[in-house]
């Protein structure tokens, strides 16, 4: 479904941005209420949905300067983003953990896309905008090297040199856990907050009309890509089942020397019960100037399982997934890990 075309944002690839016109009207408008009725966009090719704000600004991204000692993190939400930054950004800047705590992850390793999932000062309490650790895509251009980036987009929306210039580290996450989790994430933040159940957010995300969707588009994207000697493909559920050998294959990867007790260092540090209460990586100043909701049983970094999906789906709606998964990886020889009984 395709509607009239937005977006003053200029790729010099053949994108563009049209309007998703169900998410402009009811029940959606009601269920998503932070997209004001304006509903959400979609980029073709692909199918990448977004913002209307990102539509605008696109071209920010797409014309960085991509340097030869950057590292991209790529992944969809909620599969390891902030674990793997964080790990990255302390191996690129030799475990430098005294840093890590002085400076936010947001700032130190910024979101690309982030600023565009809303328009931030909307949100924000009064007078409290200015003390969130928010970046702008000029100031990021402006860091010194080298850069630990992070974002959530298709290859098409990125520099179109990114993947020959520099080092991309993409984190897949399976689609349960992937799914359970960013229904969370839009129970918590403000700037996307759903005000229905899981059963009706699933069907929005299946049907693609949920923020960073398609969910295969990003996975299968960087999965067909594997070969490149530039792109690293860590698992989620691989992390959770031994982060050690995840950490050696990072540092390796980067070119960067860990000795086995940094490794141990790195492995405390996010070990979950303490990376859940790190505000370096835990957006609470963020949460508390407004744009989240301070709920102690819905944080940020919320419980890193692998498995949960199985307390939330009914078995319809787990059969409904299952139907899913099966008819986008056929043929592609990528298979998920659902669940651990070690982690």
């Known amino acids: 479904m395709s509607g009239k075309s937005v977006g ?39 199918g990448f949905v977004y913002h209307q704000n990102f539509a605008d600004n696109c071209h920010k991204i797409y014309n960085m300067k991509v340097r030869s000692d950057d590292v991209w993190i790529r992944t969809f939400p ?8 964080e790990l990255t950004w302390l191996i690129m800047n030799d475990c430098n953990f005294e840093e890590a705590a002085r400076v936010g992850q947001p700032i130190r390793s ?3 896309d982030a600023n565009y999932i809303n ?10 905008f200015d003390t969130m650790d928010i970046i702008t895509i000029d100031e ?4 010194p090297s080298p850069r630990v980036l992070k974002c959530h987009l298709p290859f098409d929306l990125l520099p179109p040199n990114l993947l020959d210039t520099a080092k991309v580290i993409y984190v897949a996450r399976n689609p349960k856990d992937a799914i359970v989790s ?23 995300f299946l049907d693609n009309k949920v923020l960073w969707t398609p969910y295969f588009g990003t996975v299968l994207d960087a999965w067909g890509k594997r070969s490149h000697p530039n792109l690293l493909i ?7 089942k031994d982060i050690r050998a995840q950490i050696k294959r990072i540092s390796t990867f980067l070119n960067k020397p860990v000795t086995p007790e940094q490794i141990e260092k790195l492995v405390d540090h996010v070990r979950f019960d303490k990376f859940s209460k790190n505000e370096s990586v835990n957006y609470t100043k963020e949460i508390k100037a407004g744009v989240g909701k301070d709920d102690p049983n819905n944080t940020f970094v919320r419980k890193g399982q692998t498995g949960g999906w199985k307390n939330h789906f009914s078995p319809e709606v787990n059969r409904k997934i299952d139907e899913w998964i099966a008819k986008n990886l056929e043929g592609t020889g990528l298979k998920f890990v659902t669940e651990l009984n070690d982690q």
């Open 8 to 46: 003053d944002g200029v790729l010099r690839s053949k994108v563009k941005f049209s309007v998703i016109p169900e998410t402009q009207q009811s029940p959606y408008k009601e269920l998503f209420p932070a997209f004001d009725g304006k509903g959400l966009v979609r980029a073709e090719p692909g």
């Open 78 to 85: 909620r599969s390891g983003t902030t674990w793997t930054s």
């Open 110 to 112: 910024p979101n690309l």
């Open 119 to 128: 328009h931030w000062d909307k949100f924000a309490a009064e007078g409290s």
């Open 140 to 143: 990021i251009e402006k860091m």
């Open 182 to 204: 960013l229904f969370y994430f839009h129970k918590l933040v403000n700037l996307c907050t759903f005000t229905g159940d899981l059963e009706t957010f699933v069907d929005y």
């Open 234 to 240: 860590l698992f989620y559920e691989d992390m959770k």
